[in-house]
């Protein structure tokens, strides 16, 4: 499973991105599928993610109501829409995949399968 995360860039406060998780060699759509952020000298922090349809989507408290996990099953991407970003949303983020039905974000070694990562910068 070969993932590539993309989007990142630098945006002003209150703005948006969003960052793409793109699979290969794989069917995204059988594969729990998370975002995580590291911003410098911080820990790796679960964001979102979303499994099985039936299954609900999750998201840290810091970004609810900001940010949305989707994802495309033809284009085998998954999406993270940022919106209202805030300085504190800077980070390097990184999408990770496990061959599971459902997803949590409390465990980065939950997930096998991790994208090289596209930094967000959140700056005036």
């Known amino acids: 499973v070969q993932l590539q995360a993309s989007g990142g860039g630098l945006v002003q406060p209150g703005g948006s991105l969003r960052l793409s998780c793109a699979a290969s060699g794989v069917r995204l759509s059988d594969y729990s599928v998370a975002w995580f952020r590291q911003a410098p000298g911080k820990e790796r922090e679960g964001v979102s993610c979303l499994s099985d349809p039936d299954r609900p989507t999750y998201y840290a408290e810091s970004v609810k109501g900001r940010f949305t996990i989707s994802r495309d099953n033809a284009k085998d991407t998954v999406y993270l829409q940022m919106d209202n970003l805030k300085p504190e949303d800077a980070a390097m983020y990184y999408c990770?995949?496990?061959?599971?039905?459902?997803?949590?974000?409390?465990?980065?070694?939950?997930?096998?399968?991790w994208g090289q990562g596209t930094l967000v910068t959140v700056s005036s």
């Open positions: 990770a995949a496990a061959w599971t039905t459902h997803c949590v974000i409390s465990s980065a070694s939950y997930y096998d399968h």
